[in-house]
């Protein structure tokens, strides 16, 4: 597609329960990054993909949290038994360069999911 | 480690000029600088190479010193859509292979 799309724009869920939120690259993009975004805080990496594969899973939080990609396109982060904590922006970015080869490639970002747990 | 921005916030008349620094606790081999708006997605301003390049856009340039492991930004004659929260975000060399981590951001806002 032309850009980094994520959806759903916005979820609201009650605390306990799972989510999944979904973000598809620009095409022909083999890295993919989570980020999240809190109300008036820096950007915090969660979860990088080099391909279908997952190097680097420093950032994520907790064992509530998992991301996938398949068929190097698509990816899902999945936030179980949701706390309220967890409420933020998360956003997902995709790149061209392939990461340990010493140049990195611009970042696109996706518009955001915003996540509301009551 | 999180790299560290400064200052946190600033706030500009039109026209003035502003410089954000970017340092970082860990051996740098790029630099890349992007404007988050409110409500919006980040968006890439630019990337350094390690070599202490300087590089420019628009009126937005930055300079990359990798043997401080720093990294600023210029903004001159600043305009009112310069505002925005500015992130760096440094790549940093690791045994297991070099990794990507945003700043803590720094807020500036252009007055008329």
């Known amino acids: 597609g032309a850009g980094v799309s994520q959806s759903p724009s916005n979820k609201v869920t009650e605390k306990g329960k799972d989510v999944e939120l979904r973000c598809d690259p620009i095409?022909?993009?083999?890295?993919l990054y989570w980020y999240r975004q809190s109300l008036g805080q820096g950007l915090e990496f969660l979860i990088y993909?080099?391909?279908?594969?997952?190097?680097?899973k420093s950032g994520l939080p907790s064992d509530r949290f998992s991301a996938e990609r398949t068929g190097g396109s698509v990816s899902t982060l999945t936030i179980q038994r949701t706390q309220q904590e967890d409420s933020a922006v998360y956003l997902c970015?995709?790149?061209?360069?392939?990461?340990?080869?010493?140049?990195?490639?611009?970042?696109?970002f996706g518009p955001g999911t915003r996540l509301l747990v009551l | 480690q999180q790299p560290v921005q400064s200052p946190q916030a600033v706030i500009l008349r039109e026209g003035e000029d502003a410089v954000i620094n970017c340092s970082s606790s860990?051996?740098?081999?790029?630099v890349h600088w992007y404007r988050q708006k409110h409500g919006e997605a980040p968006v890439f301003l630019m990337i350094?190479?390690?070599?202490?390049e300087q590089k420019g856009h628009e009126k937005i340039s930055a300079s990359f010193n990798e043997k401080k492991q720093q990294s600023s930004l210029y903004l001159t004659a600043s305009q009112l859509s310069y505002s925005g929260t500015y992130f760096c975000g440094p790549e940093t060399c690791e045994n297991t292979g070099n990794q990507f981590y945003f700043g803590t951001g720094t807020s500036l806002t252009v007055i008329p």
């Open positions: 860990k051996a740098l081999y790029s």
């Open positions: 993909f080099q391909g279908n594969s997952a190097p680097d």
């Open positions: 970015a995709s790149s061209l360069a392939q990461r340990g080869w010493g140049v990195q490639e611009t970042q696109y």
């Open positions: 095409s022909g993009h083999t890295a």
């Open positions: 350094l190479l390690k070599g202490g």
